[in-house]
């Protein structure tokens, strides 16, 4: 066995995963995994967002040390997903490197999303979670153009141009928010700031939140650390650009939204999910029990909401059932679980309390602002501890179980 060859293509699926949006200990964890399944002695593997560094010494050998430098992250979850196996493949059969190299590219050549699904998923999305903040059949027509036209077309050029989240973020929110304003001016579209929330929440990722606090629970706190100051990084551009758009646009434009139905709700939250599970390129199958996973955690919202008043319970009770759902879709679908667990969040994530945290801050509204900054910690606290809820007590029954 050429161990050199062997942890060249083992580090290759490892990157490829974290450039896919595994979790970082997922990723050490299958590393590990992988090259524990042949004949070595040692192993010692360390995954941040950016970096991998393996070191193996065969039985007999000398010691091997390689690094993969990860540039740029991204949601590719139906390729994840086969890596994932590819993963499970290698440590159950031990295949020849030449094997391995040959299912890898296999793998990374499989056919890539049609684009017609790529502007029906992010139009499901932005336009899901509009209608779940009280946009109108108006407002939901301009969401669709403008989530078409900029979020979709503008934002796949710029992508392949721009690496830098934070640059990629504030151009396409004031892009868009700066497109809803005009056509308000025009008198298309009745609540401008509602459809800017929907369109905002296609640019929200709830991956690196979610992902940093399940990082943190496991103990790995740099890469916990970096996946969510590299969230609010990304959040805080989203509201640099939409801050800017409001500063074009000034007038009495803006109120507080008003949420629909709770039938409206559950049924937005849900399509809405599904359409952030095709954006992060998710199978359809697992796509269609991401959006099942927001309908609950929606309905888990508003039944707390609704016996005890309390907001933070609410999204603590959300966040709650969406790790628990996600665990076992996981083992169902025998898939990784943040493809369900950062799909199945988003309606608990606080878009909308980060466009009115800006707005007060543009608009001199600085009580306003100092509340919504408030609500936004006290929301990502409540979501990490349902998360933390989950982990004890699965954690427990693997122990009980052993």
Not at 151 to 169: A, R, S
Not at 278 to 294: D, K, M, N
Not at 370 to 388: H, K, N, P, S
Request: with cysteine; charged share 15%; aromatic share 10%.
């Amino acid at each position: 066995m050429d161990y050199e060859a062997l942890l060249n293509e083992v580090l290759d699926i490892g990157k490829e995963m974290v450039k896919c949006g595994a979790e970082t200990n997922r990723a050490e964890d299958s590393i590990y995994r992988m090259m524990e399944s042949y004949d070595v002695e040692q192993c010692n593997v360390f995954v941040i967002q950016s970096n991998i560094q393996a070191t193996i010494k065969p039985a007999g050998g000398s010691y091997i040390t390689q690094i993969r430098r990860v540039h740029k992250t991204g949601f590719n979850y139906d390729r994840l997903d086969y890596l994932n196996n590819l993963s499970r493949y290698i440590c159950k059969n031990r295949p020849s490197v030449e094997e391995i190299h040959e299912k890898y590219e296999e793998v990374m050549n499989r056919k890539p999303q049609p684009v017609y699904l790529r502007y029906l998923a992010a139009i499901l999305g932005g336009v899901g979670f509009g209608v779940y903040f009280g946009c109108d059949f108006v407002d939901s027509c301009v969401g669709i153009v403008i989530c078409a036209l900029v979020e979709v077309y503008l934002g796949d050029i710029l992508d392949k141009k721009e690496n830098n989240l934070v640059v990629y973020n504030i151009i396409i929110a004031f892009l868009s928010s700066a497109a809803v304003f005009l056509a308000a001016e025009f008198g298309l579209g009745h609540h401008p700031d509602r459809i800017i929330l929907g369109l905002n929440m296609v640019l929200i990722s709830g991956l690196g939140v979610a992902n940093g606090i399940r990082d943190v629970l496991d103990r790995a706190y740099i890469s916990g650390i970096l996946n969510i100051i590299h969230a609010c990084l990304g959040a805080v551009a989203i509201a640099c650009g939409t801050g800017l758009a409001m500063l074009l646009f000034e007038g009495n434009i803006y109120e507080m939204y008003i949420a629909p139905s709770v039938v409206v709700q559950l049924i937005s939250c849900g399509v809405a999910s599904m359409g952030f599970a095709l954006v992060f390129r998710a199978a359809p199958r697992q796509s269609f029990w991401a959006g099942v996973g927001g309908l609950v955690n929606c309905g888990c919202y508003l039944l707390v909401i609704h016996f005890y008043g309390n907001n933070l319970a609410a999204i603590m009770a959300g966040a709650t059932f969406v790790a628990a759902y996600a665990y076992a879709m996981s083992r169902i679908h025998k898939a990784p679980a943040t493809i369900f667990l950062t799909t199945s969040i988003m309606p608990v994530i606080p878009g909308a309390t980060l466009f009115y945290m800006m707005h007060g801050i543009v608009q001199s509204d600085y009580v306003m602002a100092r509340e919504q900054t408030i609500l936004l910690g006290q929301t990502c606290m409540a979501i990490a501890f349902g998360f933390l809820i989950v982990e004890i007590a699965t954690r427990y029954v693997f122990e009980k179980k052993r």
